[in-house]
């Protein structure tokens, strides 16, 4: 593991106060297959420009038991997450003929409140937000800022069959083809040591899915593939959780069936939004966001054998905790 005693150009860290530079400057540092350099902080990885967000989320935040956070380890589907959650809790604002899903990309009307407006050192405008409010976070159940775990919010984690996430995460990276490009061996190999941003993905799983027990209430923990097995099912389980139920008069007049069916892949990707638009701040084409937005993709690109190390990891990883016997289950829960 490599220390370092001097930012590189690229690392985008001179918002830091002179403190935060030094706190980073101790972290362990390891040459990253997505990110030039990742910093081991709170036992998770992270690219140096998002520590000024993150750091001062975790400071300063001051939850709202009203607020709805959603959480997921990146590709695991958040455009997805953000979509539905958003369209869910705004539905009597309104209608999905005039949503503004429709001009302006779900990352957008739902920021990542770290990564974000944290970043941007923007944190008044969640005081002007509606309730409830809609926030977003990368950052392990660990590293949330107290307030929120300490409050009586609810959390959504959104997270999806690693193999499937890698390969997404892996194409993503790829968007611009970079100069330099690592080879899927190469990234897989550092995946599997837990070298990735916001890894180890075993530890972000585990933190939640742990939560999510502990504290059923306050945390619901999803499956990317559940999603797409049996949408209708999972969108009113995610109203009902977040506090904005359907009543009968919208089940019966098919309004579950509409939402989903707005916030499918199909429609989302061909939305002229996500087929020529930017994201505001990390400035990404929304397209980028809409790959194949398919189950078992993973066996395009990687082989069994890569598979079994990972499942493997997994299972030693996972222990009794029951999240294996979860994510591997090829039906939804429903008595979850
Ligand atoms: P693939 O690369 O496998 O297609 P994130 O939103 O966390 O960045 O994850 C992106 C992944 O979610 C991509 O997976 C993308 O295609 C998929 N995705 C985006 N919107 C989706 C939707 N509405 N339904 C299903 N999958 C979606």
Redesign the pocket.
């Known amino acids: 593991m490599e220390k370092s005693v001097e930012f590189q150009n690229n690392d985008g860290v001179n918002n830091l106060s002179k403190e935060d530079k030094e706190l980073v400057l101790r972290l362990p540092r390891v040459k990253g297959w997505d990110f030039s350099f990742l910093y081991q902080y709170q036992g998770f990885w992270c690219p140096p420009k998002f520590f000024h967000g993150i750091l001062s989320f975790q400071r300063h935040f001051q939850a709202k038991d009203t607020d709805i956070v959603l959480v997921?380890f990146?590709?695991?589907?958040?455009?997805?997450l953000k979509?539905l959650t958003y369209t869910i809790a705004n539905r009597s604002r309104y209608t999905l003929e005039n949503t503004p899903l429709l001009t302006t990309p779900s990352h957008d009307l739902v920021p990542f409140t770290d990564l974000e407006i944290y970043s941007k050192n923007q944190s008044s405008i969640l005081e002007d937000l509606p309730t409830p409010r809609i926030l977003a976070t990368h950052l392990p159940y660990a590293s949330l800022p107290h307030s929120s775990i300490n409050s009586n919010c609810r959390i959504v984690y959104l997270c999806r069959n690693p193999l499937?996430q890698f390969?997404?995460y892996w194409?993503?990276v790829l968007q611009p083809q970079p100069a330099d490009p690592v080879s899927i061996d190469e990234a897989f190999e550092k995946f599997c040591q837990g070298v990735t941003m916001f890894g180890p993905v075993w530890d972000h799983e585990l933190g939640y899915w742990k939560a999510s027990l502990e504290k059923s209430n306050n945390v619901l923990f999803l499956k990317y593939e559940d999603l797409?097995e049996d949408i209708i099912y999972s969108t009113k389980k995610l109203a009902d959780f977040i506090g904005c139920p359907f009543t009968n008069e919208e089940e019966a007049q098919g309004v579950i069936e509409e939402i989903s069916k707005f916030?499918?892949?199909d429609n989302?990707k061909n939305l002229q939004v996500n087929q020529t638009g930017k994201l505001a701040h990390f400035g990404m084409e929304t397209k980028a966001?809409?790959?194949?937005?398919?189950v078992g993709?993973w066996t395009n690109h990687l082989t069994p054998s890569m598979s079994k190390r990972l499942h493997n990891l997994m299972e030693e990883k996972f222990g009794e905790s029951g999240l294996m016997t979860f994510l591997q289950s090829p039906k939804v829960q429903k008595k979850n």
């Open positions: 997921t990146p590709k695991s589907g958040t455009t997805w979509a499937d390969t997404s194409h993503f797409k916030c499918s892949f989302m966001f809409f790959r194949k937005g398919k993709d």
